[in-house]
Each structure stands twice: as C-alpha cells, then as structure tokens.
C-alpha cells in the first residue's frame, strides 16, 4: 500500500508560479512511476504529468506543455509539480498518483492521493 500526501497549493495570481509536491509514504518509492492530474469543478480528471521511476522519461498533458515540470527525489520519497505563467484555466484539484509505469500512471494509476487545491485568479 503506498499513501500519497500532496502539499504546495494555494492561491496565486495569473502569470505566476506555484510548486507542489506528493511524499510518498513507501520504502519502494524508486520502483513507482508517478503522475500528476487534475480536476476543475464540473470537469473530469485530467492528466497533467508523468515520470518515470529514474526520473529520465516524462510526459505531459498537451495544456500543460511547456509550462509545467515534473520532477522527482527517490532519496525524499517524493514527486514535484513546477507550474509557470498560470492561466485561470490551471485552477483546479490536483492530484498524485503512482503506478508501474509511466504508461500506466497515465492510464490507471495504482494509487491517489486526497489532492491539494490550486486557485489562479485574475
């Protein structure tokens, strides 16, 4: 069982940059490829980012590209989200979730976390 705990969102203004991160609680952190996604009120989930369990393979969601970096510390057991020039259309629940593969991160993640709310106002 691997529990995820996301912390770092908040309120920021448009244009402006916000970092989060998921620990995750599991002695076998490096074999896990972990994601981040989204979800905006009255929207589905959304994928956001993947990486692999080394840190050399990511993937993004074509709304997110080049804006948005995804990161990882095996040695600190967690996953980071570096998020720039934010749009109103950025705010939303964001979500951690790790799986087998970075595939499959995106597909069916194995496990969630409770999320942590991100608000970008003009």
């Known amino acids: 069982q691997v529990q995820l705990v996301e912390s770092g969102g908040g309120l920021v203004q448009v244009g402006g940059s916000l970092s989060l991160s998921c620990l995750a609680s599991?002695?076998?952190?490096?074999?896990?490829?972990m994601g981040w996604f989204r979800q905006a009120p009255g929207k589905e989930r959304e994928f956001v980012a993947a990486i692999d369990w080394r840190g050399s393979s990511t993937s993004y969601g074509d709304s997110v590209k080049g804006r948005f970096t995804i990161s990882r510390d095996n040695a600190k057991n967690t996953v980071y989200l570096q998020m720039t020039s934010l749009k109103s259309e950025d705010t939303a629940v964001y979500y951690c979730?790790?799986?087998?593969?970075?595939?499959?991160?995106?597909?069916?993640?194995?496990?969630w976390g409770q999320g942590t709310q991100v608000t970008v106002s003009s």
């Open positions: 979730a790790a799986g087998p593969s970075r595939a499959a991160v995106r597909a069916t993640p194995d496990y």
């Open positions: 599991t002695r076998t952190f490096a074999n896990y490829a």
